[in-house]
Structure formats: structure tokens, C-alpha cells
């Protein structure tokens, strides 16, 4: 088991140096908290969550110090700086850490793959739904054209709605799917708040959607009868997570690639090859593989069953008979 000790104490003694309430008080008890849920889900087995509160935390951290210009001697920065010494090796080491956020997360789950506090790496995507009754595009073939993306954006917006803040949500306020986290990267370096998230038109959310969550992570690369499952599935649980569950179908059914979560031509090669030869068994693979993610959740954490009934609903719409 990881070893927190050292780190929270560290950021207790930065709550204990700063002004209660003040702004550097909030970003570290934010941090705190972050460290906290990843012990709770670490000292539960579920590594992958622990991972990512991991990667919140040193990503507050960070945060703080860019944005604290007091005296570097104070005894604040010192225990922050502290803390992110203690935590940086470990999330080094963990091979879960994930890059991309997914725009709107898993109910009840924490928000990222890999924190995106202030912004994150790269810019990532979500996914589409192909709307009921409409002809599926050819296994492999051309990308699909202009009018096919915005049909697909369509369809997430129609899915995820407007305005949402529900209190159990650990994803926080949401409008057309989008949560602050993701807008504020997007907007960055310019603040966000709830007004901003309640207030979002709905052309900057499909701008949001196409350049974050469709070319960013290349899915529009990818045969484009897996497309509108893959865009789901990035949505849900972030691009980087969604491309590993293709590649390790990929590895499967006998087209060897790396698992790394990104799109090179090697995956792009094995994708057009799987495609080619499973057909509509592709599909139906990525979404049992996807039925196992959402069970493997369920079991490292028995308060997220709550919400499986409607995850495997989500999962097997996309199944091709």
C-alpha cells in the first residue's frame, strides 16, 4: 500500500501556515482532499481511482505554486512544495495514469484520467451516438464527411442534455456534457465558474466537442463503423481509456499493438485490419469489453452499483446484431 503519510501531513502544515479561507487555504484543502479519496480508494484495491486522485492532487499542487507569488521562504510554499516532493514520485510510477478527461465522467466517479488542473497536456474528446435508424458507414473506408460529425455531435448533445448540478455527482455542474474542468482548460487561462458552465452556448460546447474529443485523439482516423462507439466511450471514460479498450481488443482478436492509449499507425493499421476481418464483431467485442469496465467499477467500489443498470444499457445500445 502507497505511503501517504508524509504528503498529507505536509499539506496539513500549508492549511496550518495560510490564512483559513483564503484562496491559497481552498487550492489545499482541495489537494488534501484529492490525497485523501486516493487513499480510501487505494487502501479499497481500487488502483486505478487512487491513481487518479494521485494525479489531481500533484496537478493542485502545481497549480498552487505557479499561482502563489509570497516569499518562497514562507512556511506555506514550503510545505506545498513539500507535499508535491513526496507525491511526484509515486504518480511517476503509476502506470494508470491516463491522459485526457472525459467530458462528462461516470456518475459518482472521479473526474479524470489524469488531472487537467490547470490544463492538461492535450486537449481531449468526446463521442458520438449514431442517431437510431441511420445507415451504418462501411467497416473500412473513407472518413466520414463533415456532415456525419455534426450529425454525431447531434446526437451528444441530444444525449447529454443542458444544465446539470446534482449534488451526488462527483463530475460537478455539467451543460450539453460539458463539465467546468473541461471548459476551464478550454478557456484557459481565462477563469471559470458556475456562471460560465450555466451560461455556455451551445456552438462553443459543439466546438468544444469536435476539436477536443474528435481530431485531438484522432478517433476520426479510426474504420468509421467503430467511430460513434469509440466517441461514447471517450465521453464516458476519457480518450486515452477508451483507445486502450480498443487496443486491447485489438491484441484480442490477432492484431497485436501497443496498449499505450494513443492513436499511431500502428493501432490505425491493427484497427483497419480487425475491422476488415470481425466486421460487426469488432463492435460487439469493444462493447462486452466495455461491459467489464463498468462491472470492474462496480466491484472496486460497491457505491457506484447504483448506476450500472443504466452503464450497461448505455454499453449494449451500440451492439450490432
Given at each position: 500500500m502507497i505511503d501517504f503519510t508524509d504528503a498529507m501531513n505536509n499539506l496539513s502544515d500549508a492549511m496550518m501556515a495560510a490564512e483559513p479561507n483564503s484562496p491559497e487555504w481552498i487550492k489545499a484543502k482541495a489537494a488534501l482532499r484529492a490525497l485523501d479519496e486516493a487513499q480510501l480508494a487505494e487502501s479499497e484495491a481500487a488502483f486505478v481511482l487512487a491513481s487518479r486522485s494521485i494525479a489531481d492532487a500533484v496537478a493542485r499542487l502545481t497549480a498552487i505554486i505557479a499561482g502563489v507569488t509570497p516569499d518562497p521562504a514562507s512556511a506555506f510554499l514550503g510545505h506545498i512544495n513539500a507535499a508535491l516532493n513526496d507525491l511526484t514520485p509515486i504518480a511517476q510510477s503509476v502506470n494508470a495514469l491516463l491522459s485526457g478527461e472525459p467530458a462528462s465522467p461516470l456518475p459518482g466517479s472521479p473526474l479524470t484520467n489524469k488531472a487537467s488542473f490547470p490544463s492538461p497536456d492535450l486537449p481531449i474528446m468526446p463521442p458520438v451516438k449514431q442517431k437510431?435508424?441511420?445507415?451504418?458507414?462501411?467497416?473500412?473506408?473513407?472518413?466520414?464527411?463533415?456532415?456525419?460529425?455534426?450529425?454525431?455531435?447531434?446526437?451528444?448533445?441530444?444525449r447529454e442534455g443542458g444544465f446539470v448540478n446534482h449534488l451526488s455527482d462527483r463530475g460537478g455542474p455539467t451543460n450539453f456534457g460539458i463539465t467546468m474542468r473541461t471548459l476551464a482548460s478550454w478557456r484557459s487561462p481565462a477563469p471559470v465558474d458556475l456562471s460560465h458552465v450555466r451560461n455556455l452556448k451551445i456552438d462553443e460546447a459543439r466546438e468544444i466537442y469536435r476539436s477536443n474529443y474528435f481530431s485531438g485523439p484522432k478517433l476520426d482516423k479510426l474504420p468509421t463503423a467503430i467511430q460513434p462507439l469509440m466517441f461514447d466511450m471517450s465521453i464516458n471514460h476519457g480518450p486515452a481509456s477508451a483507445i486502450k479498450l480498443l487496443q486491447q481488443v485489438l491484441n484480442d482478436s490477432g492484431q497485436p499493438c501497443d496498449i499505450d492509449g494513443g492513436i499511431g499507425d500502428e493501432t490505425l493499421r491493427c484497427a483497419k485490419g480487425a475491422s476488415t476481418a470481425m466486421g460487426k464483431a469488432l463492435i460487439n467485442a469493444l462493447v462486452a469489453r466495455r461491459v467489464h469496465l463498468y462491472r470492474q467499477i462496480v466491484a472496486g467500489d460497491e457505491s457506484q452499483r447504483v448506476f450500472l443498470a443504466g452503464w450497461l444499457n448505455r454499453a449494449n445500445e451500440f451492439a450490432a446484431a
Open positions: 437510431a435508424g441511420a445507415a451504418v458507414p462501411a467497416l473500412v473506408g473513407e472518413l466520414p464527411d463533415d456532415s456525419n460529425v455534426e450529425q454525431m455531435i447531434d446526437d451528444i448533445l441530444r
